[in-house]
């Protein structure tokens, strides 16, 4: 580490320092036993402070059933944290003003801020962890290094910085190889300084290498890698890679599956909006989210397309031989997919272990032309790219019956887990059909129906063969087009 130049940032006249106000509210909350109306007159001795704070725990983002019409009111329905982040992250903004210094981009600079801050605390929300709060915070805080680098090298660190051509992932490793220093152990350092809690100088510090943060603070520096992700997603130019790691690292850290990650990232667009507008930060245009989901949507149907699925994971592993594969869409052909199927329903059956059957029906595909006909086969290759993305991660095989019918496996799945991973197919599905109309130029260009029916201790006298099942599966995705289509439907039989 270069210690000389940390001296040298340290003596830096034009770091940013907190306001006065901010300094006492971290002295207050720090004690054990602070009392809130203290709290409270502290913020409200700063009139325009108490005003913001005000505004922003009335916005749709806090969702209050009743208006807050003093701090110490905000602080009894909201919580200590909640009033401390906000009083907290106006004084920050306060400190680091977009100045007219055209140098430096405020604009980039508080977007990254400001995505990460509302990103972090909706994953933190939708996970049910008590930290939201906190890790707002710390998005606004994350990046301080970054400008107390500026003000300590000015036109030097600008250099630096276009040495990543924009990418702030890369960021940190040019900082080590230019100045054997990084932002993240400068801004940890500022945190320090300002007498922060640990809770926030940690993430501070491990933001970009959340896997090496202490146990203990590793959920908060996770939260907030996962907004780093959100801003980076609707920011460059591709972003399909990008959703795919973010919606793989929600579900392996925080059980968040793909339907409930893009309704974060939704979200997050609009919230980060209307803080933006509180925090009267220019953030830039607002992105398009859901032409970024289509996209990415797309992709990975051509990635589907043009790869395998992993012979690992999937029972089609069992399965030798291309003719054994449909060419157009790569599902198995009928007779192989039940002979596979009996042999997991087997298996399943005299383990007395669930499984469930997936059937997807593609309602409403054109075929009257050959112009059609290609739409059909698109639609077809697509809802088999799309099963899989949802149903393999169960360890399934895909199976298809007829041209617009498609039959799925999940061994080890039961009905509620098979429903959740059927509904979340079922907004693929729908968000395809919408953005590719047929040659008729009509949208949707299909209607999903989705019938699910599982194999389970409870169910297994209704179900003595593998043809019952599918047969019920069936049954339920008839009754999906009963109540209007695009829907899932689970078959309940009648013993259970």
């Known amino acids: 580490m270069n210690h000389q130049l940390l001296e040298e940032i340290l003596a830096c006249p034009t770091l940013p320092s907190l306001p ?41 983002f806090y969702a209050l ?3 807050c019409t003093t701090i110490n009111q905000a602080l009894v329905m909201l919580g200590l944290s909640t009033v401390k982040s906000l009083a907290l992250g106006f004084s920050l903004v306060s ?7 055209t140098r430096f981009d405020y604009v980039a600079y508080w977007r990254r801020g400001l995505y990460t801050a509302v990103g972090a605390k909706c994953v933190a929300r939708d996970a049910q962890l008590p930290f939201g709060d906190e890790v707002f915070l710390g998005g606004l805080l994350q990046d301080i290094g970054v400008m107390a680098l500026y003000q300590t090298l000015k036109d030097d660190y600008i250099e630096i910085m276009d040495r990543t051509a924009g990418d702030h992932r890369q960021l940190a490793r040019v900082e080590i190889e230019a100045l054997e220093i990084q932002h993240p152990d400068v801004g940890a350092m500022m945190a320090e300084r300002w007498k922060l809690p640990s809770e926030l100088v940690v993430p501070v510090k491990f ?49 968040i599956d793909a339907q409930r990650a893009d309704a974060i990232l939704r979200a997050v667009t609009d919230a980060t909006k209307e803080m933006a507008s509180l925090f009267r930060l220019d953030i830039g245009a607002e992105p398009q989210t859901e032409r970024i989901l289509e996209s990415a949507d797309r992709q990975l149907l051509e990635l589907a397309r043009t790869e395998p699925s992993d012979p690992t994971r999937s029972l089609a592993a069992l399965v030798a031989g291309s003719d054994h594969a449909d060419p157009l869409t ?11 199927g009996r042999k997991a329903f087997s298996g399943a059956s005299s383990q007395g272990e669930p499984l469930a059957v997936i059937q997807v029906v593609l309602e409403g595909i054109d075929t009257s032309s050959p112009e059609a006909e290609v739409h059909a086969d698109e639609c077809s290759a697509s809802a088999v790219a799309l099963i899989r993305k949802h149903i393999g991660p169960l360890g399934g095989l895909v199976g298809r019956l007829s041209f617009n019918r498609f039959v799925a496996i999940a061994p080890g799945t039961g009905q509620v ?14 968000r395809i059909a919408r953005a590719t109309p047929n040659p008729r130029g009509q949208r949707p260009g299909f209607v999903a129906n989705i019938g699910v029916a599982a194999l389970e201790p409870a169910t297994s006298r209704a179900y003595p063969k593998l043809d019952v099942l599918i047969a019920a599966a069936d049954r339920a995705a008839d009754a999906s087009k009963q109540a209007g289509g695009g829907c899932v439907r689970a078959f309940v039989p009648k013993a259970a």
Not at 330 to 340: I, K, N, P, T, Y
Request: glycine content about 4%; hydrophobic content about 45%.
């Open 330 to 340: 790569g599902a198995l052909r009928w007779e192989h997919f039940v002979g596979q």
């Open 65 to 67: 059933r009743r208006k």
């Open 207 to 255: 933001h970009e290498r959340p896997t090496a943060a202490p146990l203990e603070y590793a959920p908060r520096c996770r939260c907030l890698a996962l907004g780093n992700l959100l801003h980076d997603i609707v920011t460059v130019q591709d972003p399909a890679p990008l959703l795919r790691r973010y919606t793989a690292l929600a579900e392996s850290w925080f059980a």
């Open 20 to 60: 006065a106000v901010a300094v006492r509210v971290i002295e207050l909350t720090q004690k054990k036993d602070v009392k809130l109306p203290e709290l409270a007159e502290t913020i409200q001795h700063d009139q325009a402070l108490a005003a913001k704070v005000l505004r922003t725990v009335n916005s749709s």
């Open 95 to 101: 400190a680091v003003k977009q100045g007219q210094d």
């Open 417 to 430: 887990a098979a429903v959740k991973a059927a509904s979340a197919l079922r907004d693929d599905l729908d």
